[in-house]
């Protein structure tokens, strides 16, 4: 064989092992690694809040911190995958110094909560229940929002079809948690751009046994009466183009979208922290407060 057939050789086995690499193991392995627990470190409570326990209607215990409401209104806050409340501990000291209520938990396999790995949160509207129906035996919560980084705010999205009480969600860095999700945006059902991500979520299905979640969009148009605020990242594309999906889905007269300029993924509130404090905290004052987006 000349050096010249076995370098064509060599060089077609090393690109099929690349593709293969690339287009079948690496996916795979990540929805291994999403399925997997993720107990990520917790600090103490903020300042004027307290250490609690809920429980999910499939008995998973969530651990959360509280603050409670000095305004009638409380927010869920979530943070996004693989991480924990920690996360999310200078969003809950925004939210407790403009007076609303805040109940923000671990995620089920996240932080200190109990319940089996899911990075994409497929469970994740139990709990959402979970969390807004310890809001609704507080003393003097008269309307509950949700803000969610990430994962997060794909969880709350998720879960407004089937929690009538939640009536505004911030969602910051929401895109997709799911194949449905994924081609919410036009252009996104060809398999060379969805391709390895569907292969991911179908293997996540394979890894925790789990069906995949209502699509957002699908919840969205579920809740008539909530009101949304979508965050995109200036720096992220993807983030304008699935929050444009989800405010198409509501409805421009229930729903907006902040696109903000210079931000990494969920990077608002680092970026800007008080032009962030103002808008998040202005919508759901105006939202919950008022009754008006």
Known sequence: MSSFRRFVR?????????????Y???????????????????GPPPEGFTEVELMTDDGVPLAAWFAP??????????????????????????LRDAGFGVLAPDLRGHGKSGGRGNAFGWEGTRDVRAAVAYLETQDGVRTIGGLGLSLGGEVLLGALNTTPSLVAVAADGATHRCTA????????????????????????GVFTGEEPP????????????????????????????????F????????????TVPGASHTGAFRLDPEGYRTRVTGFFQSALLTGKV
């Open 10 to 22: 060599i060089a077609g086995a090393a690109l099929a092992a690349t593709a293969l690499l690339l």
């Open 24 to 42: 079948v193991v690496l996916p795979i392995g990540f929805a291994a690694y999403a399925s997997l627990p993720h107990p990520a470190r917790v």
């Open 69 to 94: 409401s000095k305004n009638g209104a409380a927010i869920v806050l979530i943070h996004g995958a693989t991480d924990s409340r920690e996360g999310v501990r200078g969003h809950a000291g925004m």
């Open 181 to 204: 999700d994924l081609l919410a945006v036009p252009g996104r059902d060809g398999i060379l751009r969805s391709g390895v991500t569907r292969l991911m979520y179908a293997a996540t």
């Open 214 to 245: 209502v699509p957002i969009v699908e919840s969205i148009a579920g809740a008539p009466n909530a009101r949304l605020l979508l965050v995109a990242a200036g720096e992220v594309p993807d983030e304008t183009a699935y929050g444009t999906a």
């Open 247 to 258: 405010v198409e889905a509501a409805g421009p007269m229930r729903a907006e979208l902040w």
